[in-house]
């Protein structure tokens, strides 16, 4: 749907102004001719010759750098344009837009443009949820500008709220919907009701494509405690974000989630269930309970592969130079579930140091997974307790997909959206 549009993407200056990159460039993938204003603030979180590389095109920041003769440039993109879109959109610019204000390049363009408008608002929470924001917003949606709505989650600021921008292959997916829906001739009607529904729905709406509405995703995150005594226990490293992510990002998709947590280190997603557990043996009885109800079952969890035979009631006095401890096997998880499944999509993960792809397919294998989640931990960047991951994602006929180094939130929706189609696909 988007070879040959011409979209201007406004680009302002709030830090998620970095995922421009990835929007840009796959808008182009998609066929789209990408035209970039960037405030003068935007140019402080991301270059102008990264986005002119990715896009082929001049990106412009000042109103008065007129390259052209021929043409005044801020009315030549306002007339070319078969969709302005604005991401990031922060309060400042959505302020602007609201009362008319047009004293940069991208107000002055937005003002003189006929085209649809678009924009994916991104700030902290609570400057999304300030009165005078939520008036420009609905000022703006009375007047016909489109509005894909933000994200929850932890934001750059540390506060976990609203105010996310959403992914960029979600707006990317968007934009598609909605050059489908203003070319009627060719989409079924049920297509179009289902772009009507789901797009976008001011303000108030959706602002996310719910590939997983309906859906009953369990996810498990962080480490499992196993006691040795009332102070001292086994654990891991694993820090609960990557389970987290996938939480927040199923819920983001429109699943009911539950999120069954063990040991962690970070804030846990709003608005899904968390059910908290400690040993391995109470996970499983946790997944156990939801496992006949769920639609998908992600299984992020770092579970300790023993447990002390014997756990004390009193704390251990030291009482010499060793002290030995009796391990023994706790229950596979994963395996288990394998072994029960019915209609359930199974996803595992395998962190490795070694050998990655050799272990990551043995493991599918021997556990009946659907997919299989696989890094290297080892890797900088990569694993415990880090914000970013780069996986490779296997099936049973091998490699789906290799993500390199990207956010953990990244990850989360690119595996939850091939999840979503193999189940589309499986119906």
């Known amino acids: 749907m988007l070879n040959g549009k011409k979209i201007v993407l406004g680009v302002t200056g709030g830090i998620a102004a970095y995922k421009a990159a990835t929007l840009c460039s796959k808008l182009v993938q998609k066929g789209a001719d990408v035209h970039v204003i960037m405030t003068a603030s935007a140019t402080q979180f991301i270059t102008e010759l990264t986005l002119q590389t990715l896009t082929r095109n001049a990106v412009y920041t000042d109103t008065f750098d007129e390259r052209e003769p021929a043409v005044v440039s801020h009315i030549n993109l306002a007339d070319l344009a078969d969709l302005v879109l604005v991401a990031p959109a922060t309060a400042n610019v959505i302020a602007k837009m609201a009362h008319g204000m047009a004293d940069d390049m991208l107000t002055t363009t937005l003002l003189a443009t006929t085209a649809p408008v678009m924009i994916a608002p991104a700030m902290n929470v609570h400057m999304y949820d300030h009165p005078a924001v939520?008036?420009?917003m609905r000022l703006l949606d009375?007047?016909?500008?489109?509005m894909i709505e933000p994200g929850e989650g932890l934001l750059a600021c540390g506060y976990v709220g609203k105010g996310r921008l959403e992914e960029p292959e979600t707006?990317?997916?968007?934009v598609e919907?909605?050059?489908a829906q203003q070319d009627k001739a060719h989409v079924p009607q049920q297509d179009q009701d289902w772009v009507q529904s789901?797009?976008?729905d001011q303000v108030q709406g959706e602002g996310r494509t719910l590939l997983l509405k309906g859906k009953k995703v369990?996810?498990?995150a962080g480490g499992t405690v196993e006691r040795i005594d009332p102070v001292r226990y086994i654990t891991n490293d694993s820090s609960g974000k990557m389970g987290f992510a996938i939480a927040a990002a199923a819920r983001d998709l429109g699943a009911d989630v539950k999120l069954i947590m063990g040991n962690t280190q970070a804030q846990p997603p709003v608005d899904v269930k968390i059910i908290p557990v400690q040993s391995a043996q109470e996970m499983y009885e946790a997944v156990s309970r939801e496992w006949e109800e769920s639609d998908i079952v992600i299984k992020a969890a770092a579970v300790a592969d023993y447990r002390p035979k014997e756990v004390y009631t009193e704390k251990i006095k030291k009482k010499g130079d060793t002290l030995s401890l009796e391990l023994v096997k706790n229950i596979d998880i994963l395996e288990t579930l394998g072994k029960q499944k019915t209609h359930q999509f199974l996803i595992g993960f395998a962190a490795e140091t070694q050998s990655l792809e050799m272990y990551a397919r043995e493991k599918l294998k021997r556990k009946n997974c659907d997919l299989i989640v696989a890094n290297d931990v080892s890797r900088a960047g990569v694993g415990f307790g880090t914000d970013t991951n780069a996986v490779m994602i296997y099936d049973r006929n091998g490699l789906v997909e290799e993500l390199e180094l990207m956010s953990k939130e990244d990850v989360a929706h690119r595996l939850l959206r091939i999840a979503a189609e193999r189940i589309a696909g499986r119906n």
């Open 134 to 136: 939520q008036h420009n």
């Open 218 to 220: 369990i996810v498990t």
């Open 142 to 146: 009375e007047r016909g500008t489109l």
């Open 198 to 200: 789901h797009l976008y």
């Open 171 to 174: 707006i990317v997916e968007v």
């Open 177 to 179: 919907r909605f050059f």
